[in-house]
């Protein structure tokens, strides 16, 4: 017989409870409502519009507070906490559980966006596990392809991306981290693209891993569309995502190809069909698990938040 976990949402905005959800779960609302281990108790937002609209959409059912004091003096003590709030309201979230402490934080990313905040959340989470929600680190097919490419010899690897560092470029970062392992330096590429003021620019810049390879990141912003593309070159051609994850692509070295005895890269057959990537619904699974003592690892924790942080900060040369 499997444990239930009660757990609470703070921050009833997109990501915690109104992003578009089918078949997939998009917020963290929806992840824990399709979990049978999961039993969600609360949500918790100051705006009354957020709280009407979250009752109107998922009904009576999920008691509503406005804030986490409000909730724990009705002797509400949820297992399992969602923050998704920005990362100067998160501290303060955290800070509430001071003196009731959940069996784990799920926090919504960027959980960090300065030096005195990743001090500031260590000392308040006091030891409690936290998982950070990037959610391709525990997309079952973004696993798939990184395991075909650690299989290989690599020699680079490239980042296209727009919408921001801490936006979709940090998503990328987390990725890379937990599969290529530690940054041995960061490279900023010096620029004067931001005489828009845009808050969160896409960067270029180059990560350079421990294990001999880099990752070159080309930002481009005030694109119409959305670009999140890496391509991996190995010794078997380049292993690519298109679409954010949703399209993976293979491109062999194929001999006499277009001209004789040279090796030319050809399209690939792939198991994977295109489509939306997944995650969140993963990253629950894997945060019951680790409260059941089935696994003993958080795919993505503070300490990958942290690295991170800790990326970003060297390439933007300042506090965020």
Not at 204 to 210: A, G, P, R
Request: charged letters at 25%; aromatic letters at 10%; hydrophobic letters at 35%.
């Amino acid at each position: 017989m499997n444990n239930v976990y009660t757990s609470v949402v703070i921050g009833l905005g997109r990501i915690g409870a109104s992003y578009p959800s089918k078949e997939i779960p998009r917020n963290h609302t929806a992840a824990y409502i399709a979990n049978q281990n999961i039993n969600l108790i609360a949500g918790i937002d100051p705006n009354p519009e957020a709280r009407t609209e979250f009752k109107n959409f998922w009904g009576e059912g999920i008691k509503l507070f406005s804030s986490v004091d409000q909730m724990l003096n009705t002797g509400l003590r949820p297992d399992i906490v969602s923050i998704c709030t920005s990362p100067d309201v998160m501290q303060k979230n955290v800070k509430s559980f001071d003196n009731y402490k959940p069996k784990i934080f799920f926090l919504e990313k960027p959980a960090i966006s300065s030096e005195k905040q990743c001090i500031g959340l260590e000392l308040s989470l006091n030891n409690t596990p936290a998982a950070i929600n990037y959610h391709r680190c525990w997309d079952p097919k973004h696993n798939e392809f990184f395991k075909k490419v650690n299989s290989k010899k690599i020699y680079s690897s490239r980042v296209l991306y727009s919408k921001g560092l801490l936006n979709y470029a940090s998503h990328i970062i987390a990725l890379l981290i937990q599969n290529f392992g530690d940054v041995n330096s960061v490279t900023r590429i010096l620029s004067d693209k931001n005489i828009k003021q845009i808050d969160d620019i896409s960067e270029s810049f180059i990560i350079n891993f421990e294990r001999g390879f880099s990752a070159i990141f080309q930002g481009i912003d005030g694109l119409d569309y959305d670009l999140l593309e890496l391509d991996i070159i190995t010794d078997d051609g380049i292993y690519s995502l298109k679409s954010g994850g949703c399209r993976e692509r293979h491109e062999i070295p194929t001999k006499d190809l277009f001209y004789q005895n040279y090796s030319s890269l050809a399209d690939a057959m792939i198991d994977e069909e295109d489509g939306q990537i997944e995650g969140l619904s993963q990253a629950i699974e894997n945060i019951v698990n680790f409260l059941d003592k089935k696994t003993n690892k958080l795919e993505c924790d503070l300490k990958c938040a942290i690295n991170v942080y800790k990326t970003i900060n060297q390439i933007t040369n300042k506090s965020l």
